[in-house]
């Protein structure tokens, strides 16, 4: 995959319709999650991800880091490998 960031390779492929890996789907549910926990899921919606402030946007990948720690994921770089 080279260097291109998680999120960006899951964004081309939801584009393209193209299929998810596990890891990547799980990686989405848990953000759709915390966005809801967060009360940003209708914004997200109606608006798109794009409409987020920075300072949701950095409270939903903080979570998310902390999210993952806890469930004992992979780190997005060790997700790209496989």
């Not at 299929?19 to 989405?28: D, G, H």
């Not at 987020?52 to 790209?80: C, F, H, Q, V, W």
Request: positive net charge; without cysteine.
């Amino acid at each position: 995959m080279g260097k291109t960031p998680l999120k960006k390779v899951i964004k081309a492929k939801l584009k393209a319709n193209r299929e998810l890996t596990e890891m990547e789907k799980l990686r989405e549910k848990i953000k759709y999650e915390i966005a809801e926990e967060l009360g940003l899921d209708e914004k997200v919606k109606k608006e798109g991800w794009g409409a987020l402030t920075a300072e949701e946007s950095g409270r939903i990948g903080g979570m998310m880091t902390k999210r993952k720690k806890t469930l004992n994921l992979p780190k997005n770089k060790d997700i790209l490998k496989n």
